[in-house]
Nanobody, 115 residues
Framework: VQLVESGGGLVQPGGSLRLSCAAS????????MRWYRQAPGKEREWVAT????????NYADSTKGRFTISRDNVKNTVHLQMNSLKPEDTAVYYC?????????WGQGTRVTVSS
């Protein structure tokens, strides 16, 4: 099982980034997908969820209206489009695959929002 995040980097406040997570080694379409983040010195926090079919999404209040989660069950990828980025969005972002029988994590991709 692998979850490989990409797309992180340094961006100025107000800018955008698109994170991707490539999944392999499991039946991707049977898992809901989530993004979490962990800022320096803070606990990991949930960012967004998309259900297995891509029909339903949910967001943390801090990201609602700025971030969009999406998935492609043919390419086995999940994305997080992040707009209007703020310095407080600086964190390592993690991809998570979850079902009733399993819970997988990626290694994370770092996002830094700074001028």
């Amino acid at each position: 099982v692998q979850l490989v995040e990409s797309g992180g980097g340094l961006v100025q406040p107000g800018g955008s980034l698109r994170l991707s997570c490539a999944a392999s080694g499991f039946t991707f379409s049977r898992y809901s997908m989530r993004w979490y983040r962990q800022a320096p010195g803070k606990e990991r926090e949930w960012v967004a969820t998309i259900d297995s079919a891509g029909d339903f999404t949910n967001y943390a209040d801090s990201t609602k209206g700025r971030f969009t989660i999406s998935r492609d069950n043919v390419k086995n990828t999940v994305h997080l489009q992040m707009n209007s980025l703020k310095p407080e969005d600086t964190a390592v972002y993690y991809c998570n695959a979850r079902s009733t029988w399993a819970n997988y994590w990626g290694q994370g991709t770092r996002v830094t929002v700074s001028s």
